[in-house]
């Protein structure tokens, strides 16, 4: 079946560690997005990707990375440098033009110990 | 800045009866709408969208009013079931260039039987 496939569905990190979390599609979409989720808050865009090879920060990029080698593929690195890593982080894809549905994957959520 | 947000956070009704949940927007310039409904733990998983050109729009035991006038959104579930319960966010967003939502908080619907 189709869809977006996130990993792993749960993550604890010690502070000072880098983490990524991996997030594919087989949905055949040109963009893919990372979005974090904390209680009581709406989804907040970290980073997004319109085509390979090349990405755009969102609203709070600071302290992540991404990359995009692959249409497929679109993992993010939670670096030491983000200040309150813990949260539920949501990736998600669509095509891009007109703005459309986002079909989202299952989610991770990282704990920093 | 421009942001999407929420009437009620906390919603409770009986089963059988329906349901509405409203969301206003702040955007004038949105042209595009979604309702996501999110379990526990899970990713969010589209509902129903309307485009601005549009005043109502029905899907199966949903219907989402858009009101420009005074840039009101809701969401109407007929004969809600347990199965309901859930947290529903609306988006906003753009046509033309990348498919940039921008997400409410969100509002927790609780099905009592």
């Known amino acids: 079946d189709g869809g977006i496939t996130q990993s792993p569905k749960y993550l604890f990190r010690k502070e000072g560690q880098n983490v990524t979390l991996s997030c594919e599609q087989n949905?055949?979409?040109?963009?893919m997005y990372w979005y974090r989720q904390d209680p009581g808050q709406g989804l907040r865009l970290i980073y997004y990707?319109?085509?390979?090879?090349?990405?755009q920060k969102g609203d709070i990029a600071e302290g992540y990375s991404v990359s995009r080698e692959k249409k497929e593929s679109f993992p993010l690195t939670v670096t030491s440098a983000q200040k309150n890593p813990t949260a539920f982080y949501l990736c998600?894809?669509?095509?891009?033009?007109?703005?459309?549905?986002?079909?989202f994957g299952e989610g991770s959520r990282l704990t920093v110990l | 800045g421009e942001s999407v947000g929420l009437h009620l956070p906390t919603l409770s009704v009986q089963e059988g009866d329906n349901s509405i949940i409203n969301c206003a927007y702040s955007?004038?310039?949105?042209?595009?709408f979604i309702w996501y409904k999110q379990e526990s733990g899970k990713g969010p998983q589209f509902i129903i969208d309307?485009?601005?050109?549009?005043d109502k729009r029905q899907g199966q035991r949903v219907t989402v009013l858009l009101n420009k006038t005074v840039k009101h959104l809701s969401l109407q579930i007929a004969a809600t079931q347990p199965g309901d319960s859930a947290v529903y966010f609306c988006?906003?967003?753009?046509?033309?260039?990348?498919?940039?939502?921008?997400f409410g908080a969100g509002t927790r619907l609780a099905v009592h039987p």
């Open positions: 998600a894809s669509s095509n891009p033009t007109p703005a459309g549905e986002l079909f």
């Open positions: 949905l055949n979409h040109d963009a």
């Open positions: 990707s319109q085509i390979v090879n090349d990405f």
């Open positions: 955007n004038s310039a949105s042209d595009y």
């Open positions: 309307i485009r601005s050109n549009m």
């Open positions: 988006a906003e967003g753009l046509s033309g260039g990348y498919n940039k939502l921008i």
